[in-house]
C-alpha cells in the first residue's frame, strides 16, 4: 500500500511589517503594515517534501495586539500542533509586540513540536526586504530533526520564545535575548482551556519608576479604575522611589497584586534582604506584565 508520508507545516499569519507595503518602495519606512497575505508571503518559498498549510488568523500590526487576538492564535496553534502528520507551525507577527506573545505562548503552551515566530523590520516591496529570507529560515527550522518548543527567527539567529526582547527600532536583527530567563515559580500559569474559556480579562497596568515619580498616577488609577494589579519597570535592580514605593503599597494593601521588574534591557532583578514588594527575577517588564497577568487568569473562579 503506498501511504502518503507527506510532512505538513502549517504557517498561521497575523499581518505586521513582513505583510506590510511601502508606498514609495525607495523609502520603506514609510509603510502600512498588514497588506499581504499568507499565500502570496510563501510565494516560491514552499520547502520540497513539504505540504504547507496556511491560515491568516489576524492581519493587524503588532501595536494593535489585543488578549482575544492572541487567545484566537493560542487555539490555532494548540490545535495544529496535536495533529499527527503537522510537523512545526510558522507564525509570521509584527516585531513591536512579538517578546509578549511569545512568552504568552511559550508558557501557556509549551510545546513539543516545533514553533516558530518570524517578522521582518522591512515591508514586503522594499527592495532588500527581511521578510523573506526570516521566513525561509522559519521553515527550515521547523523541519530540523532536534528543533522543539517556541522560538524567535529573525535575521539568522534563533532565540528562545521566553528570553527574547527586541532592543532596537529599526536595525534588521532587532532582537536579543538573555541566556536563561525562567517564569517565576510563584506566579502560576493557566491550561490552554482556561485561556481559552476566558471572557473577562485581568487588567494589569505598567508604571515606570523615574527621578521625580511620586506615585499620582498609581494613586489616581487606584482611586477611580483600579486594577487588578501592577507592573512597575524599577531603575536597576528594580529600585522605587519611596514615594512610588509607598502608592503601590498601598495599592497592594487595597487588593491590587503588585510585581517589580526592571527597565534595564539586561539583568533583571536579583532578590535583596529589604525588599517590600516581590519581583519578575529577568523578566522584562512587558514579559513580568503578561505573567503576572496569566496568574491572575489562573486564580480565576470558572464563569457560567
Request: net charge neutral; glycine share 6%.
Amino acid at each position: 500500500m503506498n501511504v502518503n508520508k507527506t510532512k505538513k507545516i502549517v504557517v498561521l499569519a497575523t499581518g505586521g511589517t513582513i505583510a506590510g507595503l511601502a508606498t514609495d518602495a525607495a523609502k520603506p519606512q514609510n509603510y502600512k503594515a498588514c497588506q499581504v497575505n499568507v499565500v502570496d508571503l510563501l510565494a516560491d518559498l514552499a520547502p520540497a517534501g513539504v505540504e504547507l498549510l496556511t491560515e491568516q488568523v489576524a492581519q493587524i500590526d503588532s501595536k494593535d495586539m489585543s488578549f482575544v487576538l492572541w487567545q484566537n492564535l493560542l487555539a490555532r496553534v494548540a490545535h495544529w500542533v496535536a495533529q499527527d502528520e503537522v510537523q512545526g507551525v510558522v507564525i509570521t507577527h509584527g516585531t513591536d509586540t512579538l517578546e509578549e506573545m511569545a512568552y504568552f505562548l511559550q508558557t501557556v503552551l509549551q510545546p513539543t513540536k516545533p514553533v516558530a515566530i518570524t517578522c521582518a523590520m522591512l515591508p514586503a516591496n522594499a527592495p532588500d526586504s527581511d521578510g523573506p529570507v526570516n521566513l525561509k529560515d522559519a521553515l527550515a527550522w521547523v523541519q530540523a530533526p532536534d528543533s522543539k518548543g517556541l522560538v524567535v527567527v529573525c535575521a539568522g539567529q534563533v532565540h528562545a520564545g521566553q528570553a527574547v526582547q527586541k532592543t532596537h527600532s529599526h536595525q534588521r536583527n532587532p532582537f536579543t535575548s538573555q541566556a536563561k530567563v525562567t517564569h517565576p515559580a510563584e506566579l502560576h500559569v493557566p491550561s490552554v482551556a482556561q485561556v481559552l474559556a476566558c471572557t473577562h480579562w485581568p487588567r494589569v497596568e505598567l508604571v515606570l519608576n523615574h527621578a521625580g515619580a511620586d506615585g499620582r498616577l498609581v494613586r489616581a488609577v487606584m482611586a477611580h479604575d483600579a486594577p487588578d494589579g501592577w507592573v512597575v519597570a524599577g531603575t536597576g535592580n528594580g529600585t522605587l522611589h519611596h514615594d512610588l514605593e509607598a502608592a503601590l503599597l498601598v495599592a497592594q494593601k487595597q487588593g491590587a497584586h503588585v510585581l517589580r521588574a526592571s527597565r534595564c534591557a539586561w539583568g533583571g532583578v536579583q532578590s535583596r534582604e529589604a525588599d517590600v514588594l516581590p519581583h519578575a527575577g529577568a523578566l522584562t517588564a512587558v514579559q513580568a506584565r503578561v505573567a503576572l497577568w496569566l496568574h491572575l487568569l489562573s486564580q480565576q473562579k470558572s464563569r457560567s
